[in-house]
């Protein structure tokens, strides 16, 4: 079998998988004005508003990057009762995602994230000017968590794979992990954890997908070479307890660490125009996660997961890539390569 149909297999064998994604749940607000001049009491440039839309960020990227690629997928988290958390909420539903987990909590606005772009109808390229964040991230409350712990319990039956998805807005904290963690291991479902924050906290994890400054923040130390990117690799695998760590290393491309062989160095696609990287994180750990619960081995499961990452990096926004994006990007590298 080729490498590509190889590839197109496990496409085919991640379809429907059920992922359960618990975190920070983000609704990521475009607003798109036409530059009109400079403003005349500030050296600042005035926008006429254009358009705006509100993308599912976060926990819910992952969600909706997972959907896209042909997983069933459920989420758990909590939104504030607003109109950026109904907003979120609704999306999420008309993408096909199961949302019985989503909590509202009054208390709390829904963690909204506000990029203004300049550009417009007759623009092709939009910069970002601004990005404006709104977010409680003190720790939800106990009967919130709670709830959440009991969702989850109950939503392991027939999960496939659990990711844990933390931005550090509050609602990933040592309760809701042990909650989360324990049981899943012990029902044998995949865990996938991509998190800003220290990820010893969730040793025992399956996968992990941190980027290159997240890794270094748990390991205390920044990372320069290859030597000690592999050194760094390999302790924190072993600190961790998982079987698999990918570091996700921006324009260097990606490292795969496990115990069974050496470090696995994958470069960016060649030919990928970064336009905006926003999201992409969450991609990956989608696409990852995916790959890996329908039984590729972890060096196919990156290749699939750079490749994802290089469509969506391609896009404006928090953007997600389709199967039938995939199957369209793996046709022109082997077209390239033949």
Known sequence: MTEVRRLLDIIERWQGKRLLVVGDLVADEHVIGRPLAVAREAPVMVLEHVSRQVLPGGATNVAVNARALGAEVHVCGVIGDDEAGRTLSDELERRGIGTHGVVTDPSRPTTTKTRIWAGGAQQQIQQLMLRLDRVDRSVVSDRISAGMAIHVSN???????????????????????EACLHPAIERG??????????????????????NQPEAEATLGRSVTTQAELNAGGAELLARLHAKALLVTRGQEGMSLFTHE???????TVAGTATVDPTGAG?????AFTLAVVAGASLAD??????????IVVARVGTAVASVEDL????????????
């Open 327 to 338: 199957k369209a990007a793996l046709a022109a590298v082997n077209k390239d390569g033949s």
């Open 301 to 310: 499961a990156v290749t699939l997961a750079s490749l994802v990452a290089s």
């Open 282 to 286: 969450d991609t990956v750990a989608a």
């Open 189 to 210: 479902v995949l865990v996938a954890v991509d998190s800003h924050g220290d990820l010893t906290r969730f040793r025992g994890a399956t996968l992990f997908t941190p």
């Open 261 to 267: 062989a050496m470090p696995l160095h994958v470069p």
């Open 155 to 177: 939503a392991l039956a027939g999960t496939d794979a659990l990711v844990l998805s933390d931005y550090e807005n509050g609602v990933i904290h040592p309760g809701l992990i």
